[in-house]
Each structure stands twice: as C-alpha cells, then as structure tokens.
C-alpha cells in the first residue's frame, strides 16, 4: 500500500515556475513507477510525465518536452515535478500515481495507475 500527498501548486503568473512534491509512505516506494497527471476543468485527466523506480528512466507528455522536468529521490520517499515557463493552459489540479513495476517501463494510462494522491492545484494567471 502506498499513499501518496501533492504539495508545491498554487498561483503563479505566466513565464513562472513551480516545483510540485509528491511525498509517498511506504517502504516499498522505490519499487513503484511514478507519474504526474493533470485535470483542467471540463476536460479528462491527462498524463504530463513519469519516473521508472529507480529515476533512470523519464518520459514525458509531447507538449510538455523541455518545460517538464521529473524526478525522484527515494531516500526521500518523494518525486518532484518542475514545471517551467508555465502557460495559462497549464492551468489544472495536478495528481500524482504509482503503480508497482519491477522493470524500467512507465505508463502513460490513468487506469494502468493503482494509487493517486489528492492533487494540487496550479493556477497560471496572463
């Protein structure tokens, strides 16, 4: 069992960063692939990047390639998003989710994730 908790969103005018946190507990939490998802109003939750267990493996959303940045720090128990040069599309309470993988591989699918934090909500104002 893993739980998961989001933290770092909030207001931030275009042009800005953020760095999200997703704190996870549990022993076992290098052995989970890590993503971040996000949600905009109205629309579907929507992969942005994922982290292998052991961060040597990235992949991120098309759209997101050179903003995005993942990463992970497992003595930590925790995996980071930086988000740079935020648009007011990026606008969207981001989630993070894991699933238990042994290999090297990351899922992009929201039902291919077994555990979700809350979300944190990043508000990108013009």
């Known amino acids: 069992q893993v739980q998961l908790v989001e933290s770092g969103g909030g207001l931030v005018q275009a042009g800005g960063s953020l760095r999200l946190s997703c704190a996870a507990s549990?022993?076992?939490?290098?052995?989970?692939?890590v993503g971040w998802f996000r949600q905009a109003p109205g629309k579907e939750r929507e992969f942005v990047a994922g982290v292998s267990w052991s961060g040597d493996n990235t992949y991120y959303a098309d759209s997101e390639k050179g903003r995005f940045t993942i990463s992970r720090d497992n003595a930590k128990n925790t995996v980071y998003l930086q988000v740079n040069s935020l648009k007011p599309e990026d606008t969207a309470v981001y989630y993070c989710a894991a699933h238990l993988s042994p290999v090297q591989i990351i899922r992009v699918g929201v039902n291919e994730y077994d555990y979700w934090g809350q979300g944190t909500q990043v508000t990108v104002s013009s």
């Open positions: 549990g022993r076992t939490f290098s052995t989970y692939t």
